[in-house]
């Protein structure tokens, strides 16, 4: 597999993500003010039910199909197949179920929601071997076409829906839209159809790969959504509606960011899985390029919330400003360590994710746990602490299997920190000796600081980047 032709497959899956943020973006805004924050504290109550129910019912087996050097026809068939019955299986579970998940966070509302979401895992099954199959011949411009287009659909899908009074349903609609304008996508791309075959002997050694890479994200799952299923309990609708507003601001960016060096790399990487040194200085690079971006987004969004918030979604969201605050530099330490796990993925261990989601898990479920005693506010402090602990940790297991440098991870950071000194400097300077300035003047200087601070540490990157869009636009 080319260099060149993974330097293209970023640069594609780079533009669709940025203009996809910037959809999300706009998106969000229109939703925070059409909708309630009950609604959105209802969908992601639904959402992270019935992503509990497919951890345990649906094994996606697609990741073995981008690990396999090769594959026949009867094995993707046969994996087809059996993607097929076990999102049946798993569309019967939640739909049968859902008066349980509306019993237990005493919402009746679930049961109707749970049931309309859950239409979205039938989708997924007929064109994943497809999607999968242009992800391992890295044919990265066609998935950003795809994605950008499913991303783009729901997004308007949600926002008539919103503007007609759907409520929460509009949401959920969003996301099935999504689904479908993929689906339609992938059969045009990917010509393939899968032969009335089924065979488990031919693909035993896949299953086995994706049952260890499944369990990793299983451990994943938990560590990214414990705390919805924790303090859905123990909290009103609205004050998750709140929790899931700010986690969506701080978690969106990352959640692209981590999705595009993920599409990237795991194929990337898979294609010199033995050169532990080439997997090693790309994972550096990468976190310098995902750090130059979203530390001091992070911090300026940090210390300037309350005036974006008012300016940008409107008074009714002020319940969600002290959550930002806290959580934006959870999201800050998370952009950074996101998409670590793929390493051990691409060298064909993905059981040691397993391991390191275990211990991240625990120290989530820690931090609401006891935060939970305290309030939202508390639960919000002390996950970024286990953010903090979990990079850490990450670290740590990283250089076990391939050791590097303190050199190469503070240079990999050096510009984004000295950002964040930077910028703190600031904020103090403004806030704590009460100067009487003009909200909008302090985020335009932070605006102003972080971009000069920019170009002087990474002036060599960011001309790398306008050569790659000179040349790409010729």
């Not at 049961?111 to 199959?133: G, M």
């Not at 790309?282 to 992070?298: H, R």
């Not at 600031?426 to 170009?455: D, G």
Request: glycine share 6%.
């Amino acid at each position: 597999m080319s260099k060149n032709k993974i330097i293209q497959g970023g640069f594609y899956l780079t533009i669709v993500n940025v203009l996809s943020q910037l959809l999300a973006i706009v998106v969000n805004i229109v939703l925070a003010r059409l909708l309630l924050p009950e609604d959105f504290g209802l969908v992601a109550l639904t959402m992270t039910y019935i992503g509990f129910i497919t951890l345990f019912t649906n094994m996606g087996f697609g990741s073995s199909i981008i690990h396999e050097d090769e594959t026949s026809q009867r094995q993707l068939s046969s994996i087809y197949w059996l993607n097929f019955g076990l999102s049946i299986f798993s569309f019967l579970i939640i739909i049968s179920t859902s008066q349980l998940a509306a019993n237990f966070y005493n919402e009746p509302k679930l049961t109707a929601i749970v049931f309309v979401a859950a239409f979205n895992i039938i989708i997924f099954p007929f064109y994943i071997v497809q999607y999968k199959l242009l992800e391992r011949d890295l044919e990265f411009r066609t998935i950003s076409k795809i994605n950008l287009s499913g991303i783009l659909v729901g997004s308007i899908a949600a926002v008539i829906g919103a503007y007609l009074g759907l409520g929460v349903y509009a949401l959920i609609l969003q996301s099935i839209v999504s689904s479908a304008i993929r689906l339609v996508m992938v059969m045009l791309y990917k010509r393939w159809l899968p032969s009335l075959y089924f065979n488990f002997k031919e693909i035993k050694h896949m299953i086995w790969y994706s049952l260890k890479f499944k369990a990793s994200q299983m451990s994943m799952y938990f560590e990214r959504n414990i705390d919805y299923l924790i303090l859905g309990k123990f909290f009103t609708s609205v004050i998750l509606g709140y929790y899931a507003f700010a986690y969506n601001i701080m978690y969106t960016p990352v959640k692209r960011i981590s999705y595009i060096f993920s599409e990237v790399l795991f194929p990337s990487f898979s294609s010199f899985k033995n050169d532990k040194e080439k997997i090693i200085n790309g994972y550096f690079k990468s976190v310098n390029l995902i750090a130059l971006v979203s530390l001091p987004a992070m911090t300026i969004l940090a210390f300037n919330a309350d005036f974006i918030i008012h300016l940008v979604f409107g008074q009714k969201w002020d319940g969600a400003i002290a959550i930002v605050r806290i959580l934006c530099f959870a999201g800050a330490i998370q952009s950074i360590s996101q998409f670590g796990g793929i390493i051990f993925s691409s060298i064909g261990k993905p059981e040691i994710t397993l391991y390191i989601s275990i211990g991240r898990t625990i120290l989530t479920v820690l931090a609401i746990v006891v935060g939970v005693q305290y309030g939202v506010l508390w639960v919000a402090y002390l996950l970024v602490i286990a953010k903090a602990i979990s990079f850490i940790f990450f670290l740590s297991v990283l250089n076990y299997y391939i050791p590097f440098s303190i050199a190469q991870l503070y240079n990999s950071l050096k510009g984004p920190l000295v950002s964040f000194i930077s910028l703190s400097l600031i904020y103090m300077l403004f806030y704590f000796n009460y100067l009487n300035v003009e909200p909008w003047i302090i985020l335009s200087l932070m605006v102003f600081v972080s971009l000069a601070i920019l170009y002087m540490f990474h002036k060599k990157t960011l001309l790398e980047i306008l050569k790659v869009l000179k040349e790409k636009t010729k």
